[in-house]
């Protein structure tokens, strides 16, 4: 079955509705084996997400969204964990990049346990990156063929049509600008059930779903879940929370 992988959460702060919980239990609801969480740097989600999705009885995928500098100029990648030490190669790898490391070459050492998905751009088969990759497809990528393994990804930050506003609202706070400055958002980016999903990418990318089953097929974090580690409580400040008060005030 299809994984819904690059997702991004509230921990992608004022880029995002999707509350770690109500993800995990829509897509209990709507039959995922699987689901993934990539937030945008940061891995402040992962304990949670891993502790949910345990008591759910779901798998598990950990991943970070970063951009990179390559020699030719910034790079967008996703990263994602095959295993527990693949998950403490990205904590140190999201520590570097909060810190102000984007050089892509300051990475390598990290890079085991880890499978490396650059999305689709115009010449991206002249990429090297002095690692193996897949090529990131998203439902809109044109159909080509391409000489290295594909990755279907389908990026989330919303559950219904009805967040737009919401998210709208959020990207004009961030960006300390008007909703008329914002634009309009992405529709696209709607959780979908594993059907749909699947659909996506059946016709221009049949391929893309074997081989993300598996590549994933056998991810599993070991994880100390005793460990108390300090948390930072996203109900605090949920994003769509925040909207509603302002919209109040």
């Known amino acids: 079955m299809i994984t819904q992988l690059d997702t991004k959460s509230v921990y ?15 897509a209990k609801e709507m039959g995922y084996q699987q689901i993934g969480l990539m937030d945008i740097d940061n891995l402040y989600g992962a304990y949670e997400f891993l502790e949910e999705c345990q008591k759910a009885g779901m798998g598990a995928v950990l991943g970070l969204d970063l951009e990179v500098e390559i020699p030719a100029g910034p790079l967008s990648i996703r990263l994602v964990a095959l295993g527990s030490k693949g998950y403490k190669h990205l904590i ?5 990049k909060m810190m102000g490391t984007t050089d892509w070459s300051a990475f390598q ?5 880890i499978a490396i998905i650059v ?30 393994p594909v990755f279907p990804l389908h990026t989330v930050r919303y559950f219904s049509t009805s967040d737009l506003e919401s998210l709208q609202m959020l990207h004009a706070i961030r960006n300390n600008c008007s909703l008329k400055e914002v634009g309009a958002i992405d529709t696209s980016m709607m959780f979908l059930p594993p059907e749909e999903l699947e659909r996506a990418f059946s016709h221009n990318f ?9 590549t994933l097929a056998a991810v599993h974090y070991e994880i100390d879940t005793q460990l108390k580690l300090p948390r930072f409580n996203p109900e605090s400040l949920q994003s769509r929370n925040y909207v509603s008060w302002l919209k109040k005030v």
């Open 206 to 214: 049949p391929d893309s779903i074997p081989y993300l089953e598996k």
């Open 12 to 26: 992608t702060f004022m880029d995002s509705l999707v509350s770690i919980r109500d993800y995990i239990h829509r």
């Open 119 to 148: 999305p689709y751009f115009e010449g991206i088969e002249y990429l090297d990156l002095g690692q193996d990759f897949a090529i990131g497809v998203f439902p809109d990528t044109p159909a080509k063929h391409f000489s290295r």
């Open 92 to 96: 140190k790898i999201s520590s570097m």
């Open 109 to 113: 050492h990290l890079l085991d346990d």
